[in-house]
Each structure stands twice: as structure tokens, then as C-alpha cells.
């Protein structure tokens, strides 16, 4: 085995912090992994070793602490940073809702407005600070609003993380002066951060009533809460202040950037990559472990040197550059694994609106030289003297049209009734909340529920059309974690609940000769409201009712006794032979101008629409609702086709592309396994993805052309991947 080498510098130190840039790169050129005697810890130099093992946290893991001491990491155990298992997955789940893409989107605006006036405002400044006057405006105005804390609290958030991130260090000067500041912070989140103190609405009081409704134990809302307070602020504005020097002293990558606004993202992930806000967390091992030859015993702490690996030159093309044609995520200054980076959404969305007002307004980027500021873990600039040469020929940022997605409106609702109306099924009635009516809808619309903040489900409205109030109804998922769970357990008669407009993309042709309706399980909600329709307008019409068993079918009491009960045709799987439903039987017996529509789960609508082509139905008759089951990563089991070497690899009903492709062989990049990082994304060269990511726009899925495979599935037989 290969001796470790020893790097005998102090990490921690004024002239390491001032300029680590030629310590990563003799760091490197010793290897993979070095000795750090001054602080008696190992150190993963490398961009390939240190992301492996961030995603190895079986290994490498957190629960001992992310600090580079023993006092620290005694003093910071417990947040989903310093936490493994359970605890982590518990406290990740209730901190990342609001910071999902989906949520973000109810505050871009708010972003883009912010950031249009502040670049306005400084375009016509003589000059000005980087980090003060613009790094850390929107950390400290709309985000430190959206955390929501009281007024003690609003105004030492920043100070708070300051001595956070100096206290995850080691025990110098600065670590020990951090400790009272950090127990400040706690005794605040413990003692004076109570739910009625907190902001209506905001991401901390959100966790109290996660509390409340039973879904996150009481004493992980103080540690939880810290998750917002350390890492919302320092890690952005450092990005921020990395980005506008970099873009000053790059005038071609500015110039570029204008000619092609769409490289912001680009050029925001660059600027993380050459800052690493994280110098570097730890990690500690559950096992010896081999790293390039070196051995690393079981209990060791070992350092992953972010920095480092993002300026590693065996990945990056001249890494010492400013580059913003490179690919956005190959770099790991957010982390990888499950620790990655819960605000790395909302981080990219604030420097990209900067830079999206930036790019009409100011022609050139003028910046002076930058004082680095001290502190034992972020890496990030106090002082930035910057002029913004201004575009006199661009209409104000002010006056220019929004870019950002029409938000869909919402209607506040109030639980009216709640009744159980089959096996595992609730029904709901809603009635304004307010004094605003709902609007009329048509059958097979559906609206969303809000049920958390990145929580949204879609339901059909159902049943009579009633002028005043909307009906949905609600099948419990065995397996779900997140939107039917919650609605069975946690919304009763009388909750207040938002909701969107009703939307309809099942329209109903109500001048057709003949409707054929046909539903599965809970895909009667959308079918039973266009039969009510149909009726009322005395036309001509079967429905078609399918479900495993009677106690299983929703309202199947009251569907023998509703006014077309005669067209009505139930069918059970464990019925009588007459009862099962036979669907060449039932399509070869329908008139030739019928239309059909279909909906229910994947293997039924399937089931009818091909056997609706065998008989000769014309695929412009049939109309279908995709019934939305809860997201997860199971489903039929299909083919990818590598396209470059052409091999098969089947992916089976209960495993994900990455797993098959990993079983394989196939060492595909990936970071969160989750849907929220985008890491794993690859082109679609042939075949239909079945997206069940949270990073691809609405536009991007219906494209088709990449796919994230850590969660998503294929509507194909066979999807072909370009690797």
C-alpha cells in the first residue's frame, strides 16, 4: 500500500484562507489523499475521490460531525448536515419543501423584481461595493423574509452563520470566539423562536406546523429551523461576489454572456465552481477504506477539500479560468449524495435574475482589487469595489416585460365535508373560504392541492356540477410519503386548504352522436362528472365502471341509484364471469361514431386503448386522462438501449435506470438521487421518458429529449440513452 503523503500546512490559517489556490494544486500533485498533521485529519484532494465519496455515505459518513475538530463537531451534531439515516432523511424532508423548484416558483417574481430595481439603481451609480451594495441584497432582503424569523432574529442571521462556518472548522482564534455566538443562535432557536413569534407563512413557521400535524418530532423543529438560518445567506453572497469579479475580469465572458443570456446558468455555476463557497466539510469512517492505493483506517476524519476538487485539473480544462461554456454540473460546490445542497435552487435563482437584469442594462464590468474575508470555512470576498458602465441605449430594467411563468392562480378553500366513500378512499368538499366564489368549471377538469410547500397534487373534480363548491375524492396510496398520506391524515372537516383554478384538458365533445365513458379504480372521479353532463343534456351515453373489487369503488352504493343508473355497467375483477370486464366485448358492441374516454390507471387506459385500435376505433375518437398515482420510481418494466456500443439492459419493475445501468457497469454522474439536482440528466436519442424529476421545466419533459434516470421511468418499451 502506498504511504500517505504529508502536507504540513495550517488549512485554517490568515495566509491559506488569503490564497489557497496554490496549496489545492501541490495538495493534488501528491495525491489523491494527503496527511494534514497540523489538524490530524486525512484530506481527498481530487474531484473523482472526493464526489465518490460524498455519495458513499455508507462509508463516509456524517452523523460524527462535518467539522475538522472533535470540540466542534460535539458542539454542531444533530442538523441534517451532521446527521445520517433517518434522522437526516427526516429533517431533509420537512427543510427542502419550500426550496423545490416547483415552490421556488412562487417567489421569482418577487426575485426578478428585487434584483431588476437594485441593477437599476446601481447601473447609475458611480460606483459601489459588490458584496454590501449587491451580494448581499437579496440574501438579506427577500430570502432573510422568507425565513421569516422575529426581529432579533432577522437581524443577526448573518452574524450567526459567520460564527457557524468559522466554528466548522478548528479551534483557532476564530472557532473559539464563534462558540458563544453559535449558543445564541441555539438558545434563540430553542427558547425564543415559538411559532406565534415567527412569520405567518414562512419557511420556520412551516416547520412548527409539521409539528402540529404530526409529520416532524418536536425536537427536530429548533434543529430543523438552524438548517435555514446558517447556510441561506453566506454561501449565495459569496457566489454572488465571485460571479461579478469573475465577470469583470473576464470582459470576453461578459461580452459572450450578453450575445447569449441563455448561458446565465452557466455562468452562475462557474462562479460556484471557482469560489467554493465550502472550503471544505468532513466526514468520518465507518470502515477502513482504500482511496488510490492509500489506506484510511475505520474512525477516521477526513476532510473533502471542495476547493480543491474544483479546480481539479484532471476534469477541468485550464480550471484556473473563467469558463462559461463549461457544463453547470460537473463541479461539487454544492456537495453531492444526500447532503447535497438543499438551497442550490434558490442560490442559482437569485444570481441568475441578477444576471438577467445585468445583461440589457450594463455594457461593462469594472471591478477593483477584492479583500478576502476571513473565516474558517467559506471562502468569499468582504470588499469588491465595482463600477457598472451603463448601456444608455436599454430601456430601464423596470419597464421590461417579465420574463419569469405566469403563476397559476390560487382560490383559498375550506374543507365543507369529509366522508369516506370506499376502502381506502376519502371524498372532500370544498366551499370557498372568503368572499371570493369559485369559478364555473366543465367536466373532466381537475384542480391542484396545495398540500405543503413543494407539495401539490392533481385532482379531478367529481360528481354533480354544484354552483358554489368543488368535489374531489382521494385514493390512499400504500406506498406514498407525500400527497394522498397527508390528505387522509391530515385534512379534515373544516381545514383551510389552497387550491388553483380549475384547468381542463379532458374536454368532453358534447356534440357527439354517442359517448363511451370508461374508468378504472379512482378514474371514475373525472368520468363520473361528465356522465352527470350528459345526462343532464338528455344525450347518448355508456359508462363502463372497472375496479378490483366492490368495496374498493368509490360511491359504489350510489351508482345504482343515480338517475342513469340503466347506463351504467359495473365491472369487478373478483365478480362473477359476466361481471369482469371484457374490453373487445365492449368496444366491438359500440356504435361507429362513438368517442371514447378513458381513465384510470396505466395498465387499464392501456388496455382499452389498444384493444379500441384492434377493433377499428380511430385514435381521433379517443380521449384520455393520464390518472396521477403518487410519484416513486417503480413501474412496467422496459429496455434501454445503450446507443453507442448497442447494448440491451432490461430495467425492472421495481429498479431505477441508474441501478440497472450501475449493475451494468455504466458509470453514469449523479448527486442527489432524488429528481432535485438535474446531475443525472442524459439524451433521449430514441423512445418516450416517463419524467419523474423536479428540474426539467413542463416544456423540457414534453421535449423529451433528456431524462433524469436516478428517478425516472420510460412510456416506451425501449428507451435509447446516449451513452
Known sequence: ????????????????????????????????????????????????????????????????????????????????????????????????????????????????????????????????????????????????????????????????????????????????????????????????????????????????????????????????????????????????????????????????????????????????????????????????????????????????????????????????????????????????????????????????ALLKSMIPRVSEIIVGDPVVALNNTIYGFGNLPTTFVADRTAPRATSRPSSAPVPVRTLSARIAKREAVAEDVVALTLEPEGSESFPAWTPGAHIDLYIDEGLVRQYSLTGRNEQGRFQIAVQLDAHSTGGSRAVHSRLVKGSSVTISQPRNHFVLHEDVPFHALFSGGIGLTPILSMAWHLHNLGRDFVWHVSARTRSRLAWADILPTLPFAERIRLHFDDGEADQVFNAETELSGLPQNAHLYICGPKGYMAHVTDTAREVGVNDERVHLEHFGAEIDVNGDPFTIVANRSGRRIKVGPDETILSALNREGYAIETSCRNGVCGTCLTRVVEGKPDHRDMVLTVTEKAEGAKIAVCCSRSKSSVLVLDI
Open 1 to 352: 500500500m502506498l504511504k500517505i503523503p504529508e502536507y504540513n500546512v495550517d488549512f485554517y490559517s490568515d495566509e491559506f484562507i488569503r490564497n489557497p489556490w496554490p496549496h489545492y494544486a501541490e495538495m493534488r500533485q501528491l495525491g489523491a489523499v494527503v496527511w494534514l498533521p497540523r489538524h490530524e485529519n486525512f484530506a481527498l484532494t481530487r474531484h473523482a475521490e472526493v464526489s465518490n465519496a460524498l455519495r458513499d455515505h455508507d462509508t463516509f459518513i456524517s452523523g460524527r460531525g462535518v467539522a475538522a475538530d472533535a470540540k466542534a463537531n460535539e458542539m454542531t451534531l444533530g442538523n441534517s448536515a451532521a446527521s445520517d439515516g433517518e434522522r437526516h432523511t427526516e429533517i431533509r424532508r420537512a427543510t427542502s419543501a419550500p426550496l423545490l423548484p416547483g415552490a421556488l416558483e412562487k417567489v421569482r417574481d418577487q426575485i426578478e423584481g428585487a434584483a431588476d430595481e437594485l441593477i437599476d439603481r446601481l447601473a447609475e451609480q458611480d460606483d459601489f461595493d459588490a458584496i454590501k451594495d449587491l451580494a448581499t441584497h437579496l440574501p438579506l432582503t427577500i430570502v432573510r423574509d422568507l425565513v421569516g424569523l422575529p426581529d432579533f432574529g432577522r437581524e443577526n442571521m448573518l452574524r450567526w452563520a459567520n460564527a457557524t462556518f468559522d466554528l466548522l472548522g478548528v479551534q483557532n482564534e476564530r472557532g473559539r470566539a464563534a462558540i458563544e455566538v453559535f449558543l445564541e443562535q441555539r438558545r434563540f432557536a430553542q427558547t425564543q423562536a415559538t411559532p406565534e413569534l415567527l412569520k405567518q407563512g414562512s419557511w420556520t413557521r412551516r416547520l412548527f406546523e409539521l409539528v402540529e400535524a404530526g409529520a416532524l418530532a418536536p425536537d427536530l423543529a429548533p434543529v430543523a429551523m438552524r438548517d435555514y438560518l446558517n447556510p441561506s445567506l453566506d454561501t449565495t453572497i459569496s457566489a454572488t461576489g465571485q460571479l461579478i469579479y469573475q465577470l469583470g475580469r473576464n470582459a470576453d465572458q461578459w461580452r459572450r454572456l450578453r450575445a447569449e443570456p441563455e448561458l446565465a446558468r452557466n455562468a452562475a455555476n462557474e462562479a460556484v465552481r471557482m469560489a467554493s463557497p465550502v472550503r471544505s466539510f468532513s466526514r468520518h469512517t465507518s470502515r477502513q477504506v482504500n482511496i488510490d492505493g492509500c489506506i484510511i483506517p475505520e474512525g477516521a476524519r477526513v476532510m473533502m477539500l471542495f476547493a480543491s476538487a474544483n479546480r481539479d485539473e484532471r476534469v477541468f480544462e485550464n480550471p484556473d479560468s473563467f469558463d462559461i461554456s463549461r457544463n453547470p454540473r460537473h463541479h461539487v460546490g454544492f456537495g453531492s449524495g444526500i447532503h447535497m445542497c438543499v438551497g442550490q435552487h434558490l442560490a442559482q435563482m437569485e444570481m441568475i
